[in-house]
């Protein structure tokens, strides 16, 4: 009898720590490591495949459907004008399944969007959502993530990115603490 329950205890112990490893999941937060871009379409601009090591990211997510996302571009287009030597720009189209409507809308907003465009394809259910939006928590668009040293740095919304901020990233001074204070002057 001993001998079959510590048998039963060991498969037990066994089979709890394959569930628990085969359930891990990968989050991405602040102070995370990044090292992929996830698999989408470039609709405008140079590929980004990964990000690279000494340079500086914004990616913001948006849609065509979306009015805040639509409100805030000349917010961005206004950043990468002044940034763009310095900070890499990525508008990233999700949850959309129509590539055609996106492109379309480009085309109509050219002037406005005038940074790199990857679209992530299917809705829910692309690489980038699956790599990126469901383990950061996203649940909502627009959406900023600043990356920096393939680390990301800030998770936030546009209305709180700003060139004082951005200026920050660029002269390795960057913190949340002093984001969020120069967020709250404007």
């Given at each position: 009898?001993?001998?079959?329950?510590?048998m039963?205890?060991?498969?037990?112990?066994?089979?709890?720590?394959?569930?628990?490893?085969?359930?891990?999941?990968?989050?991405?937060?602040v102070?995370?490591k990044?090292?992929?871009?996830?698999?989408?379409?470039?609709?405008k601009?140079?590929?980004?495949?990964?990000f690279e090591k000494?340079k500086?990211?914004?990616?913001?997510?948006?849609?065509?459907w979306?009015?805040?996302?639509i409100?805030?571009?000349?917010?961005?287009a206004?950043?990468?004008?002044?940034f763009?030597?310095?900070?890499?720009f990525?508008?990233?189209?999700?949850?959309?399944?129509?590539?055609?409507?996106?492109?379309a809308?480009?085309?109509?907003?050219?002037?406005?969007?005038?940074?790199r465009?990857?679209?992530?394809g299917?809705?829910?259910?692309?690489?980038?959502?699956?790599?990126?939006?469901?383990?950061?928590?996203?649940?909502?668009?627009?959406?900023?993530?600043?990356?920096?040293?393939?680390?990301?740095m800030?998770?936030t919304?546009p209305?709180?990115?700003?060139?004082?901020?951005?200026?920050?990233?660029?002269?390795?001074?960057?913190?949340i603490?002093?984001?969020?204070?120069?967020?709250?002057?404007?």
């Amino acid at each position: 009898m001993k001998t079959i329950a510590i048998m039963s205890g060991t498969v037990l112990l066994l089979l709890i720590t394959l569930f628990t490893c085969s359930a891990q999941v990968t989050y991405l937060d602040v102070n995370e490591k990044v090292e992929q871009y996830p698999k989408v379409e470039w609709l405008k601009g140079m590929p980004v495949d990964k990000f690279e090591k000494d340079k500086i990211y914004l990616v913001e997510l948006w849609a065509t459907w979306c009015k805040p996302c639509i409100a805030s571009m000349p917010h961005l287009a206004e950043l990468n004008s002044k940034f763009k030597d310095k900070i890499v720009f990525i508008g990233q189209d999700v949850w959309e399944d129509d590539a055609e409507k996106v492109k379309a809308f480009i085309a109509q907003n050219e002037k406005l969007m005038d940074y790199r465009i990857g679209y992530a394809g299917a809705s829910r259910t692309s690489d980038f959502d699956k790599n990126w939006i469901k383990p950061s928590g996203t649940s909502g668009i627009p959406r900023t993530f600043i990356i920096q040293n393939n680390t990301i740095m800030w998770m936030t919304q546009p209305d709180q990115v700003n060139k004082e901020i951005l200026q920050l990233l660029v002269d390795h001074k960057f913190s949340i603490e002093a984001a969020e204070k120069l967020a709250k002057k404007h």
